[in-house]
């Protein structure tokens, strides 16, 4: 079968059909091209676009796709050398944790602790709402581009027991601490 078929009224009125699988289809492509002249519109013919008007000067970031550096409105951070097991407030207000680089310098392993208060926890009372292994020696570093929610505030601790209650306080000075925050 071919494409387009004959009308039967009117002679030689043809109607534009695409032959598929053996049945006319109604051909309803859209085509480009001067008077006269039409070219199927495809992957290889796609439909020229033009810009008609500039768009506005102005902060505008329509069609961005990476993020702009900016030298204001990034996170802010959170430094810290010889945590333990007295509780620190990283944010005493709700707020969201992007990232930690953590450094354990000892000889044992610690757990670094946080909690979502917006005072500084009582380690070994406060309930604990994350907790960060760090094996002896070795560093851990994550970065949540969506972040993690605290709703009341950021706290943190270490400890070297796994205990929720456990306030035994790592060696002195072993414990650094980054934390990326808003």
């Given at each position: ?19 598929i699988l053996g049945v006319h289809v109604l051909r309803a492509k859209v085509q ?64 969201q944790v992007f990232g930690w680089h953590l450094a354990n310098t000892g000889a ?17 009372s406060t309930t604990t709402f994350a907790t960060l292994y760090v094996p002896a ?46």
């Amino acid at each position: 079968m071919s494409d387009n078929i004959t009308l039967p009224e009117g002679a030689g009125t043809l109607l534009a059909t695409d032959e598929i699988l053996g049945v006319h289809v109604l051909r309803a492509k859209v085509q480009t091209g001067a008077d006269g002249t039409a070219v199927d519109v495809s992957q290889d013919d796609p439909m020229p676009v033009g810009l008609v008007e500039p768009l506005p000067a102005g902060g505008n970031t329509v069609g961005a796709v990476h993020v702009k550096p900016a030298t204001a409105g990034g996170l802010s951070v959170y430094r810290f050398l010889g945590l333990n097991s007295s509780g620190r407030s990283v944010k005493s207000s709700a707020g969201q944790v992007f990232g930690w680089h953590l450094a354990n310098t000892g000889a044992s392993g610690v757990l670094v602790k946080f909690y979502d208060t917006a005072e500084a926890p009582v380690v070994g009372s406060t309930t604990t709402f994350a907790t960060l292994y760090v094996p002896a020696g070795q560093v851990v570093s994550a970065e949540h581009t969506n972040g993690i929610a605290f709703s009341s505030g950021i706290g943190m601790g270490a400890t070297t027991g796994l205990a929720e209650l456990d306030a035994t306080a790592p060696a002195a000075s072993t414990v650094i601490v980054n934390v990326f925050y808003k």
